[in-house]
Structure formats: C-alpha cells, structure tokens
C-alpha cells in the first residue's frame, strides 16, 4: 500500500473542507449572537448537540443534511451529506442520503467535519429527527483524534 495515501487524502479533504465552510459561513444574527434552534441544556455556548441528531443546514444551493457524529469539548463532529434539497425539509429517509466525491457533478459530502458549535450554529441548523450512529460513520472522527486533528471555527 502506498503510504502516502493516507497524507494525501487527509490533506484533500481538509481543503474541500475548508472550500466548502468558506463558502457557506454565515454571520451571527443583528444581535451579534447565535441562535441555536435545538438546545438540550446550557453550557458556554448557550446550547448543545448530541450524536445522532440530523439537522437541515442552510446551503447556497437550498438545504443540505448534516448528521451530529459525536459532541467533544472542542467540536460538533458532524458528517455532511451531498443531497440537496430546494426547501427545508421536515423529514427525511436516513436511508436516502448519500455520500459523494469531491468530483461528483451533483455535489459532494464530508464523512467527519470538526466545527465549533458557533460556525455550525451560523449555517442555521433545524433538528430534522434523531438516530443512531454507527462505528462505521465514527472511522473518520478516530483518525481526526489518533492525530490531534484542529477545528474549524
């Protein structure tokens, strides 16, 4: 196996990454705060997340899906996937969401994205339902943490 395998993917997605949150940052509200649409109890931030949850997030071409992968002290880990949906949706198929390449023609997902809970509440997250989280969707999540990966903020 080629061993730079590994760098070069890690570094492919950290800049996908970074394209894809430069793209869609959006600015805190006119009162120059957040504003979490689900909150589960107080903390520094003025609310939280927790693993399983899926949420609509606002995308320059309508709504995407993110799903919460797990919650640490620096990040919501969160795996963003490449449908996209005109409108906000209300409910969807877990089953029905899809991961891409970064070169797919209809769009692309992240398996693991570490963000702050302040740039991932900027993208107006909607609790859509709650779920499970599988070992298989945590793979990304443990290679970030085996490297001491950062977060985007």
Do not use: C
């Given at each position: 196996?080629?061993?730079?395998?590994?760098?070069?993917?890690?570094?492919?997605?950290?800049?996908?990454?970074?394209?894809?949150?430069?793209?869609?940052?959006?600015?805190?509200?006119?009162?120059?705060?957040?504003?979490?649409?689900?909150?589960?109890?107080?903390?520094?931030?003025?609310?939280?997340?927790?693993?399983?949850?899926?949420?609509?997030?606002?995308?320059?071409?309508?709504?995407?899906?993110?799903?919460?992968?797990?919650?640490?002290?620096?990040?919501?880990?969160?795996?963003?996937?490449?449908?996209?949906?005109?409108?906000?949706?209300?409910?969807?198929d877990?089953?029905s969401?899809?991961?891409g390449?970064?070169?797919?023609?209809?769009?692309?997902?992240?398996?693991?994205?570490?963000?702050?809970?302040?740039?991932?509440?900027?993208?107006?997250?909607?609790?859509?339902?709650?779920?499970?989280?599988?070992?298989?969707?945590?793979?990304?999540?443990?290679?970030?943490?085996?490297?001491?990966?950062?977060?985007?903020?």
């Amino acid at each position: 196996m080629n061993k730079k395998f590994p760098v070069v993917t890690a570094v492919m997605v950290a800049l996908v990454s970074a394209a894809w949150i430069s793209m869609h940052w959006r600015p805190p509200n006119s009162t120059g705060k957040f504003e979490y649409t689900f909150r589960t109890h107080e903390d520094d931030d003025g609310g939280t997340y927790a693993a399983g949850e899926i949420y609509s997030i606002e995308d320059e071409k309508g709504f995407k899906i993110a799903k919460v992968l797990t919650v640490d002290e620096k990040a919501v880990h969160v795996r963003l996937y490449k449908n996209v949906f005109p409108q906000r949706p209300t409910q969807v198929d877990p089953k029905s969401l899809t991961l891409g390449k970064a070169d797919d023609p209809d769009g692309f997902s992240i398996g693991h994205l570490p963000l702050s809970k302040s740039l991932f509440a900027s993208w107006h997250p909607v609790l859509i339902m709650r779920t499970t989280v599988s070992e298989e969707e945590l793979e990304g999540y443990r290679e970030w943490k085996k490297a001491g990966g950062g977060v985007f903020n």
